[in-house]
């Protein structure tokens, strides 16, 4: 009785899938809390270099604490913004597909995880990866299903791919480093 009275005053209609139905709705809130989280941690993490550098051109010097211009914030936003909408797809693929099997009540756990776990991490100071939160709690509802509930393999891979991530980058700013050698006269 009281949960059909609820419903009509909310004037909506009952939902026939019960907690999966009403999760899929409250997923769009944990689902910009998300966003809330990666934009306080993944734009800090890609701008906080890029505002030394700039601080650097101004200044001539460097600083314990260094202002970052808003419009370098909004740099920031922009370039994870175009880097969600040229590849986002495939990442959301493999994380919300291959990994395990997501429902919306799974889903939900692993959007107000993964935020409030970067959140936290943003709050102390230190710089770690959405995605690698998102991968965690993705795992981590697949595993309260069982080991057999989650692919192992698709894991591998991610792990594999993170761990290659570093020295590809690490090579590809030495190549930059050393043609910019070349063409910019020393000071």
Known sequence: ????LLIRLMGAKPLKDGAEGVFRYIQV????????AQGANDVANAV???AVIY????????AEK????????????VGIA????MAGHRVMDTIGRRITTLTNTRGFSVDFAAATTVLAASKLGLPVSTTHAAVG?????GLARGLEAVD??????????????????AFTSMMIYKMLILFVPAA
């Open 1 to 4: 009785m009281g949960r059909r």
């Open 29 to 36: 809130g944990t689902s910009c809390y998300v966003a809330l």
């Open 48 to 50: 906080g270099p890029l």
């Open 55 to 62: 601080f650097l051109a101004q200044t001539g010097g460097i």
């Open 66 to 77: 260094v202002p970052v211009p808003i419009f370098l914030l909004l740099f920031g936003g």
């Open 82 to 85: 175009a880097g969600i909408a």
């Open 137 to 141: 709690g993705v795992m981590g509802v």
């Open 152 to 169: 192992f393999g698709v894991i591998l891979r991610i792990v594999l791919y993170w761990i290659l991530t570093v020295p590809a980058a």
